[in-house]
């Protein structure tokens, strides 16, 4: 069954280059780019498969030269077969995680939204730490980082909250996993007798949702405009350019306040309202499916502590997979693209049990 969805995905590549090549539709640029952004999606499943034919066309060479009557070539088929066997066995695994149903929200912008926890101004801080570091991890993925909304602590430093919009190239994809709670274990400045305090600060990751995705009803939202104001209460400008909006039907409430422009702080006040709603209709629908289900693969569930930041021995912990990394420096300075991939291996082998379920 998987060899013939994948020849069915080889033809329709063969079937989109010739369109690809069509006047027509290279006279057309909104078809053309749907052609070539499908062409693209599966150009990685028809190379991985062509591969994989190749390697299965060599063991069937290998395995006949076995019963053969030349020796020296019996031989060489003894060597070579084994580790044909195996390269074919990893591209199979590979296939079957290529074929798995992608996540249509994968290629979306995220908001970024880091809150303290538990643990008063040591909290604060290490929201202004998490920050630092998922702006610098999108500096290396040449991803655009814009700050929608932050609420300094007004203590020690840091934030009680802070809100971000991250644009660029499969950004959801790469970031999806980092949703949950994140505990940082340190000795805090102000601590005199050494002693280590934990902390808790929570990470959501929610797509930036489209407005067909999310459809607002006007008569749900009650909007208030006020003074911003900068760190110490000082206003900032002297208009009313802050907004606030309440979605009447849950409570929700957005504030912006980043902006000079009353305009564009509702713009962005809006679009994160959308992305909530969203994020909390899918975990809804989700749960529905499988209540059964509680890793964040599907679920989205944030509740639980995903990952230790321990400060004394430069050590950072993710508990879902259990893997441990003692270059908490690195981490923190963006450094995170091993824990990434690991996270995402890990959930997409957990797809694949429950796929074959």
């Not at 369109?19 to 006279?27: A, F, K, N």
Request: one cysteine or more; proline letters at 3%; a negative charge.
């Amino acid at each position: 069954m998987m060899l013939e969805k994948l020849r069915e995905i080889e033809t329709r590549s063969r079937d989109l280059e010739q369109l690809l090549s069509d006047p027509e539709v290279v006279g057309n640029l909104g078809l053309y780019q749907k052609y070539a952004k499908e062409h693209a999606g599966i150009a990685p499943i028809v190379e991985t498969f062509r591969e994989y034919e190749e390697k299965l066309r060599r063991i069937a060479e290998d395995q006949s030269l076995l019963d053969g009557n030349d020796e020296e070539l019996r031989e060489i088929a003894k060597e070579e077969l084994p580790g044909l066997k195996n390269a074919a066995s990893l591209l199979e695994e590979k296939l079957r995680v290529l074929l798995l149903p992608r996540d249509p929200r994968d290629e979306k912008n995220v908001f970024l939204e880091i809150r303290a926890g538990t643990g008063g101004d040591e909290a604060a801080l290490f929201v202004e730490d998490l920050f630092r570091m998922y702006a610098r991890y999108a500096e290396a993925s040449g991803w655009k980082i814009e700050i929608v909304s932050s609420t300094p602590s007004g203590g020690m430093g840091g934030f009680k909250e802070i809100i971000a919009l991250v644009s660029g190239n499969g950004v959801y994809s790469r970031l999806k996993y980092e949703s949950g709670v994140h505990r940082v274990q340190r000795v805090p400045v102000t601590e005199a007798q050494g002693r280590i305090h934990t902390s808790a600060v929570t990470v959501a990751i929610l797509p930036e949702a489209d407005d067909v995705e999310v459809e607002i009803n006007p008569n749900d939202l009650r909007i208030d405009v006020y003074h911003s104001s900068g760190h110490g209460g000082q206003s900032v400008n002297t208009t009313d350019s802050a907004v606030r909006i309440t979605y009447l039907p849950t409570g929700m409430v957005v504030t912006c306040q980043d902006e000079k422009s009353q305009l564009k702080n509702k713009n962005k006040a809006m679009k994160v309202l959308r992305a909530r709603l969203l994020d909390e209709a899918v975990r809804k629908h989700n749960a529905e499916i499988s209540q059964a289900r509680k890793s964040q693969v599907g679920s989205g569930d944030r509740s639980e502590r995903i990952r230790t930041y321990n400060y004394p021995q430069s050590r950072v912990t993710d508990h879902r997979i259990g893997l441990t990394s003692y270059n908490l420096e690195g981490f923190l300075d963006g450094d995170i693209q091993f824990m990434v991939d690991a996270l995402t291996t890990h959930f997409q082998a957990e797809a694949l049990k429950n796929a074959g379920r």
